[in-house]
């Protein structure tokens, strides 16, 4: 049985994601000046052997809700004294949980945040700490997720699924213009297909979408492979590096080759190319490939043959890995029943049979590594030509980077897309658009810069899936 990547379970598109990381932010002041200064031990999790027992209730929202819905009957089962209940909190989840923290009253015993927020929320010290019972767990988890959910070497969130990244490619198109994916292993050579595309088709076919309202999302992409940072380890502005100029000059290249559509992700054009010849290839995280699949219908066209080939890397043999998206659950300090709130996200997170029936139901893409060595990743996928989709993006995941995300990372990126989308405007002239973004930032939201001519550190680990 196939299995394919949906959207993304957040179920937002940037732009409403930056509304809700404003709001976020806004809470996150109130909090500042009553929030203590460090964990303390009534807060955490104790290691118990009793069994849990009592009702929780999950906060969570679109597809993963009905993911956590379809667990609590294994759930409960394993765990008989326990009643789960999953609420499906729809609009403004993250902002009602951020004010029930501030309260100290009124938040669920669980409750889901997208992966970017976690570090946000975690500052706040108003989450229940999971060291003593999660630490065993750290090694089965891309570093690159774990890290996020900690401070100062305490745990306070569980990653749960995961957007590594690759290209989704028309294969009719490719085959028309004798373009080879397998050949595609740069930037460099993804322009040049670009431009052999754009060249035969007469100029009907772009390679890519990539509006001047989307640049940050794939600046954040290239980031990752050019091991570049926003913030440095120590929480500075970092933004202004070599590495970070690398990852700008591809998104000047690809815009300036000529081979871009200018279209706004997720809106109405850039989803009416998944069934038109405007565009041939969607380079994004796996869960597009549920957009493309469940959107395509909708929209007139003929059936278009699908395939997937790896990210580019920056250089041959370079990181062919990159990550998007992805959420994970937290438990507040405020929790009076946190025995059984980690039963939960221990069942839903930390095992094979938990992880991969979200997988099955939903397909949300595993962030437990156990999940990912399982055969359902080798199973065929009949909308991909037949790949086995699901051990492509599987296949390095433990070599994605770090982006070190502060609280201040939904303003940052806000900021940062303004300045991107204004340089664009202005034909992306050269000189110093990164030196100026830093000082902003700097200014905006009083965070030091990075001294001069250091190299932020990108964290990730060796070895592969």
């Known amino acids: 049985m196939s299995v394919r990547p949906r959207p993304s379970p957040t ?32 807060t955490a999790v104790p290691v118990t ?8 209730t999950i906060w969570s929202w679109n597809i993963a ?13 394993r765990n008989p004294g326990v009643q789960a209940t999953v609420d499906m909190t ?14 100290g009253v009124g938040a669920p015993e669980v409750s889901q945040l997208q992966m ?115 913030f440095d380890e120590q929480g500075r502005i970092a933004l202004d590096s070599p590495e970070a100029k690398q990852a700008l000059d591809i998104v000047r290249q690809l815009r300036q080759a000529g081979i871009c559509s200018d279209v706004a992700a997720y809106g109405q054009e850039w989803m009416a190319g998944f069934n038109d010849e405007s565009i041939a290839t969607y380079p ?8 493309i699949e469940d959107t395509a219908k909708d929209y007139p066209g003929k059936k278009t043959n699908w395939g997937v080939f790896r990210l580019p890397s920056i250089a041959p043999g370079g990181d062919h890995v990159a990550n998007s ?13 946190k025995a059984a709130a980690w039963a939960f996200i221990e069942y839903a997170l930390c095992t094979q049979e938990g992880q991969l029936a979200q997988y ?24 991909f030509g037949g790949q086995p989709v699901g051990r492509l993006f599987a296949t390095d995941i433990t070599k994605i980077r770090r982006l070190n995300r502060t609280q201040d990372w939904g303003e940052a990126t806000t900021y940062l897309q303004q300045g991107l989308s204004e340089w664009a405007s202005r034909g992306m002239p050269e000189g110093d658009l990164l030196e100026a973004l830093a000082q902003k930032l700097h200014e905006r939201l009083d965070v030091p810069l990075a001294p001069a001519g250091t190299t932020p550190v990108a964290q990730a680990a060796g070895g592969t899936k």
């Open 11 to 42: 179920g937002m598109t940037r732009k409403r994601l930056s509304v809700a990381a404003l709001l976020g932010s806004a809470c996150v002041a109130l909090l500042a000046g009553c929030a203590p200064p460090a964990p303390t031990t009534d």
């Open 49 to 56: 052997t009793a069994r849990p027992s009592g009702a929780i």
């Open 65 to 77: 809700a009905k993911a956590l819905q379809g667990l609590v009957p294994a759930f409960e089962k």
């Open 90 to 103: 729809g609009a403004r989840m993250s902002t009602r949980f951020m004010l029930a923290l501030t309260a």
């Open 116 to 230: 970017t927020d976690a570090p946000r929320y975690i500052a706040t010290h108003r989450l229940a700490d999971l060291t003593a019972v999660a630490g065993k767990y750290r090694d089965r988890f891309p570093p690159a997720q774990w890290q996020s959910c900690e401070l100062n070497g305490h745990v306070y969130a569980i990653p749960w699924d995961t957007g590594p990244c690759a290209v989704f490619y028309k294969r009719d198109l490719f085959q028309r213009y004798g373009i080879d994916p397998a050949k595609i292993e740069t930037w460099d050579d993804y322009i040049q297909a670009g431009k052999t595309i754009v060249e035969k088709s007469g100029g009907k076919t772009r390679m890519l979408p990539l509006s001047t309202n989307d640049l940050e999302s794939m600046l954040e992409i290239l980031l990752q492979q050019t091991h570049g940072q926003i």
């Open 284 to 291: 994004g995280a796996v869960w597009l490939a549920g957009t």
């Open 325 to 337: 998206g992805g959420s994970v659950l937290v438990i507040p300090a405020s929790c009076t029943n």
């Open 360 to 383: 099955h139901s939903s397909s949300l893409y595993p962030a437990y590594l156990p999940a990912l060595q399982s055969s359902t990743m080798d199973a065929p996928d009949p909308f």
